[in-house]
T-cell receptor, first 113, second 110 residues
Framework: KAGVTQTPRYLIKTRGQQVTLSCSPI?????VSWYQQTPGQGLQFLFE???????NKGNFPGRFSGRQFSNSRSEMNVSTLELGDSALYLC????????????FGEGSRLTVL | GESVGLHLPTLSVQEGDNSIINCAYS??????FIWYKQESGKGPQFIID?????DKRQGQRVTVLLNKTVKHLSLQIAATQPGDSAVYFC?????????FGTGTSLTVIP
């Protein structure tokens, strides 16, 4: 079956703009988690959605938001982009909320100029 | 907060040798652990997992060892190949959320 699909794979934005990233989980998976990965940092947890409800949230400012649709597809949005938001944004899906095997997509590489 | 640390940020091994990548975790309540491999430009790839009721689990060329007494996790790769060159992460789960380390970069020398 198809894996986790993230779009777009690469994008360049300027400071102050906003961006929306999309994630389609593995078929049947209802949990989608988002992570930010930067050089020298581990994967920093952003938030997790399960059945259209946010179940967990990491320590990121309110500029970072997300949502999940009835088909389990998820989007995350970053408003008022800052240079420090440049990172690889990874989406992961799993059957269970907050537990079980976690499968990652290839990520969306965001560069903020 | 949680912390998942890796003892060595980089590791170089000769092709054909065995590799051991270590990981320390901080929460004794963590009951599920995963090792991931991340190649350059790609997302993390699931390698092997282990639950806290086990001490050892084997896969194809990989073995994960869990020492709950000292909260230590290790990944052993047998007969390391050039394709094993990547960053390896461990992750711990308390039943609520995953926490990841920064990773160990494994370089295989031909």
């Amino acid at each position: 079956k198809a894996g986790v699909t993230q779009t777009p794979r690469y994008l360049i934005k300027t400071r102050g703009q906003q961006v929306t990233l999309s994630c389609s989980p593995i078929s049947g998976h209802r949990s989608v988690s988002w992570y930010q990965q930067t050089p020298g940092q581990g994967l920093q947890f952003l938030f997790e959605y399960f059945s259209e409800t946010q179940r967990n949230k990491g320590n990121f400012p309110g500029r970072f938001s997300g949502r999940q649709f009835s088909n389990s597809r998820s989007e995350m949005n970053v408003s008022t982009l800052e240079l420090g938001d440049s990172a690889l944004y990874l989406c992961a899906s799993s059957l269970l909320s907050g537990a079980g095997e976690l499968f990652f997509g290839e990520g969306s590489r965001l560069t903020v100029l | 907060g949680e912390s998942v640390g890796l003892h060595l940020p980089t590791l170089s091994v000769q092709e054909g040798d065995n590799s051991i990548i270590n990981c320390a975790y901080s929460n004794s309540a963590s009951d599920y652990f995963i090792w991931y491999k991340q190649e350059s430009g790609k997302g993390p790839q699931f390698i092997i997992d282990i639950r806290s009721n086990m001490d050892k689990r084997q896969g194809q060329r990989v073995t994960v060892l869990l020492n709950k007494t000292v909260k230590h996790l290790s990944l052993q790769i047998a007969a390391t190949q050039p394709g094993d060159s990547a960053v390896y992460f461990c992750a711990e789960n308390t039943g609520n959320q995953f926490y990841f380390g920064t990773g160990t970069s494994l370089t295989v020398i031909p």
